[in-house]
C-alpha cells in the first residue's frame, strides 16, 4: 500500500526554531488571555487551553493542553484528564460544524525522539483530514496561505463556540 504523508512545509520554520529554545509557548499563552486572539488561543477552562498550533499539520490543527506545565500524563489529575478527553470531543465537534472534516488524527508524542516538539508540557493534537487532504497541502501549502486561513477560521470558531456553548465542560 502507498505511504501518504502530509505535507507541511511551512513547518520548517518550526522545526529550525526548537534548538535551544527553553521558553513554553503553551505557558506563554496561558499566562496572557488579552492576548487570547493574536495568539490563537480558542478556549480557556479551569483545567486546561485550546490553542491553535501555529505551525499545522493541515488546516484546523488544534492543540489541548493541561493548564499546569506538566510533562508526562501521569501527573495529571482524574480531573484534568476527564477534561481533555471532553475537549477532545468538543475540537471535533466546532471543527465539525466549521470546515466538516471526513475524520481526524487525534494524538500526543511523549519525548523528541517520538516527535514532541515542547515535551516539557504534554499535549493532544486534534488534527482535522479530508479525503485525499495529503494531494491538497501540497499545492496549498505556503505560509501566507496558511495564516491567513487561520485567521478567518479562529474567527470563525469564536463565533461558533458562543453561538454553540462550546466547551461544554
Ligand atoms: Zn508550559
Given amino acids: 500500500m502507498e505511504r501518504k504523508n502530509l505535507w507541511a512545509p511551512w513547518r520548517i520554520k518550526y522545526v529550525q526554531g526548537l534548538s535551544g529554545k527553553t521558553s513554553c509557548f503553551l505557558c506563554d499563552d496561558i499566562a496572557s488571555p488579552e492576548e487570547d486572539a493574536k495568539n490563537f488561543v480558542l478556549w480557556r477552562t ?3 487551553i485550546v490553542v491553535f498550533n501555529r505551525f499545522p499539520y493541515n488546516n484546523g490543527h488544534l492543540l489541548i493542553a493541561p493548564s499546569r506545565h506538566i510533562a508526562h500524563i501521569e501527573e495529571a489529575t482524574e ?3 476527564t477534561a481533555l478527553m471532553r475537549l ?6 466546532v ?10 488524527n487525534v494524538g500526543m508524542n511523549f519525548g523528541r525522539c517520538a516527535g514532541a516538539g515542547l515535551p516539557e ?9 479530508w479525503d485525499g487532504d495529503t494531494n491538497f497541502m501540497h499545492v496549498c501549502g505556503d505560509t501566507d496561505v496558511i495564516s491567513q486561513s487561520m485567521t478567518e477560521l ?9 453561538k ?3 466547551p461544554t465542560v
Avoid: M, W
Avoid at 460544524?97 to 471526513?102: C, D, M, T, V, Y
Fill in 88 to 93: 477532545i470531543r468538543d475540537c471535533q465537534k
Fill in 95 to 104: 471543527l465539525s460544524l466549521a470546515i466538516r472534516p471526513h475524520g481526524f
Fill in 46 to 48: 479551569p483545567e486546561a
Fill in 164 to 166: 454553540n456553548n462550546l
Fill in 154 to 162: 479562529y474567527t470563525k470558531l469564536v463565533e461558533l463556540s458562543q
Fill in 121 to 129: 508540557h504534554f499535549h493532544i493534537h486534534v488534527v482535522p483530514r
Fill in 79 to 81: 480531573l484534568e484528564l
